[in-house]
């Protein structure tokens, strides 16, 4: 059977993974044993993605990416490049802690800046902007914006990626899609 994904040729797919329709797979990157990777992804130059990593459909990951046991990205993510996810809050070397990965969900349509730290066990929510660099150390929030180090929101983004001013009403209106979005004690919703 003709798979259904394209993998350049110096790419290493281990045994076990599940790759969706029309992803394709860069230079010199590692796919580890038992991974699930969605339709449409395109995985970036350079990049590790190890056992047991679930990404859904339309991932977009840059190069120099590491991906480590514990990640789950929902639809509609985007990894800058040199950005990495943690997987183990006390690492030491000679202590074996592969019984103790946390787990770590990037949700649909969130985006992390290039050379950003995930650690791990903080969840980044739907359509959250992590900017360049930072190193986010808690739970970001659905819409939020975050930079820095350690990572602190500084406002909010819309689904298309533009940054949302929130009238004294709780109502900002994306400048590119015209949708409307409410916050309201803090959590931010598109409006229907």
Not at 46 to 73: M, R
Request: net charge neutral.
């Amino acid at each position: 059977m003709e798979k259904e994904f394209f993998a350049h040729e110096s790419a290493i797919i281990d045994e076990g993974c599940n790759i969706g329709k029309g992803t394709k797979i860069w230079h010199f990157s590692h796919i580890m044993s038992n991974c699930e990777i969605g339709e449409n992804c395109n995985i970036g130059q350079n990049v590790v993605i190890s056992p047991e990593v679930v990404l859904g459909k339309n991932v977009k990951i840059q190069n120099n990416v590491s991906i480590y046991t514990g990640v789950i990205c929902e639809d509609d993510v985007f990894l800058g490049p040199s950005m990495v996810f943690t997987n183990v809050i006390n690492p030491r070397s000679a202590v074996n802690r592969r019984g103790e990965y946390s787990r770590t969900i990037v949700k649909k349509g969130a985006s992390i800046g290039a050379n950003a730290t995930i650690v791990c066990g903080h969840d980044i929510g739907e359509f959250a902007f992590i900017g360049a660099g930072a190193v986010v150390t808690k739970t970001v929030l659905a819409y939020a914006l975050v930079v820095g180090n350690p990572a602190k929101q500084t406002g909010w983004m819309s689904e298309y990626g533009h940054r949302l001013n929130f009238s004294s009403d709780g109502i900002a209106i994306c400048p590119e899609s015209k949708e409307k979005y409410s916050l309201t004690n803090g959590i931010v919703a598109k409006c229907s």
